[in-house]
């Protein structure tokens, strides 16, 4: 193969999974790994590397959107990247430590555990009384748009979701994932903050917290140039042409079908990383 | 609305604006060192990437990369857009420091601050090799 029909490949494929990714909002980033490795025979590090690039890319260039339908909590947001940013530089750090078969085992159970929780249902949202007193110290609250006005909430359980996004943090610097599934999980479940405001805010979280690890990613010589550019390209193109479809189209079903791939993969990565195939 | 909230409302829509120039900007140079690299090596045959060798200093430090920049290597430009792209995030940060301390909210200016001592952590790593 030449390196440009390899270059070709690797933009279309990673094209179709930003598009993918955006269109069902699980993200592209989380089966870009598992197809440069399992479908390119390319090393997890370097495909870990070219991810994360990719992550940064989509979710800055989908915040502008993002921030115009006026979800985004900036405070949640830089009060909660405090915790990511340090899990990323922990989640880099253990990236050299461990065996690239443990890593694919990691990926494989992540892939799993993300499809799960992109099922699950969301939760009644709390009372303003219900929530501790560390959402007023910290003014984490705020109030989103409805068809009736303005509604404001608070944020719940700040201690348990700190602790959880910095899990997300090191699995997305270990990973090169956004793993926006355990961000949101952390907002939406723990934290108990309305599913539109989680979703933007993680989205906007997701571009700072790959930043924190991609810095060692470069300096450690994980990221190809020739690997990172139509993985980036190809995402960035894919998950903005997603971001303009997405009003019209109906993914109910298509979420339902990358579910099943993603299903199908993490399965894939966890055999390949016992029998040590990667 | 609250003035606080106001104030964070124009903050996110400048940072959201901000993100994406940044974006399209590391894209461009992307776009243009791929261009170059598939001119020159396009037929060549594919490096190994079953294995994993690591970056030269070339391709991993800011100081290699720029030099590799002046010499127009095609695969140093990419590397740049690889740089400016993970600068962007890192802007956004400093540009939240600045708009906390114009709104005199002191308890997120520091709040800030630590993030982007972590960030500046991680990337003078890179810098310095």
Redesign the interface.
């Known amino acids: 193969?030449?390196?440009?029909v390899?270059?070709v490949l690797v933009a279309v494929s990673s094209f179709v999974a930003g598009l993918v990714g955006a269109l069902t909002g699980l993200g592209g980033g989380v089966v870009l790994v598992p197809l440069l490795t399992i479908a390119?025979?390319?090393?997890i590090?370097?495909a870990i590397g070219a991810s994360l690039?990719s992550v940064?890319?989509t979710?800055?260039?989908a915040?502008?959107?993002?921030?115009?339908e006026?979800y985004?909590?900036?405070?949640i947001g830089?009060?909660l990247?405090?915790a990511t940013?340090?899990g990323?530089?922990a989640g880099?750090l253990i990236a050299t430590m461990v065996s690239?078969r443990v890593i694919a085992i990691i990926f494989g159970v992540v892939l799993l555990v993300s499809a799960y929780l992109s099922s699950s249902k969301q939760r009644e949202q709390p009372t303003v009384e219900e929530c501790g007193s560390l959402s007023q110290k910290?003014?984490l609250g705020?109030?989103y748009p409805t068809p009736n006005g303005?509604k404001s909430y608070c944020v719940c359980n700040v201690p348990a979701g700190f602790s959880l996004m910095f899990t997300a943090g090191t699995l997305s610097g270990l990973l090169g994932i956004g793993s926006g599934a355990v961000k949101v999980l952390a907002m939406d479940q723990a934290m108990r903050i309305p599913f539109k405001v989680s979703t933007t805010t993680s989205n906007f979280m997701i571009?700072?917290t790959?930043?924190?690890?991609?810095?060692?990613y470069?300096?450690?010589?994980?990221?190809?140039?020739?690997?990172?550019?139509?993985v980036?390209?190809g995402v960035?193109g894919g998950s903005l042409l997603g971001a303009k479809l997405l009003v019209k189209a109906k993914t109910k079903s298509l979420r339902l079908v990358f579910s099943l791939v993603i299903v199908a993969l993490g399965i894939e990565m966890i055999i390949n990383g016992i029998r040590g195939a990667l | 609305?609250n003035e606080?909230?106001q104030g964070?409302?124009r903050?996110?829509?400048i940072?959201?604006?901000l993100?994406?120039l940044?974006?399209m900007l590391?894209?461009s140079v992307?776009?243009f060192?791929?261009v170059v690299?598939?001119i020159r090596?396009?037929?060549?045959?594919?490096?190994d990437?079953?294995?994993?060798?690591?970056?030269?200093a070339q391709?991993?430090?800011v100081e290699g990369i720029l030099s590799g920049v002046w010499q127009f290597r095609?695969?140093?430009i990419?590397?740049l857009g690889?740089?400016l792209?993970?600068a962007?995030?890192?802007a956004?940060?400093v540009f939240?420091v600045v708009a906390f301390a114009l709104e005199k909210d002191k308890?997120?200016v520091c709040?800030?601050l630590?993030?982007l001592a972590?960030?500046m952590?991680?990337?003078?790593?890179?810098v310095l090799?």
Do not use: C, W
């Open positions: 193969m030449t390196i440009l390899f270059t390119f025979g390319v090393d590090r370097y690039i940064i890319a979710s800055s260039g915040a502008s959107a993002y921030v115009r006026g985004s909590n900036v405070r830089m009060f990247e405090i940013t340090i990323a530089i880099a690239t910290l003014r705020g109030s303005p571009g700072v790959a930043a924190a690890s991609a810095g060692l470069l300096s450690r010589g994980y990221i190809d140039p020739g690997l990172a550019m139509p980036m390209l960035l | 609305m606080h909230e964070d409302r903050m996110e829509l940072i959201g604006i993100l994406r940044g974006v590391a894209g992307v776009l060192g791929a690299y598939l090596n396009g037929a060549a045959a594919l490096p990437y079953k294995s994993f060798h690591g970056e030269s391709l991993s430090t095609g695969r140093a990419i590397q690889v740089l792209l993970i962007t995030p890192v956004r940060v939240a308890l997120y709040l800030t630590i993030v972590i960030l952590f991680s990337l003078l790593s890179s090799g």
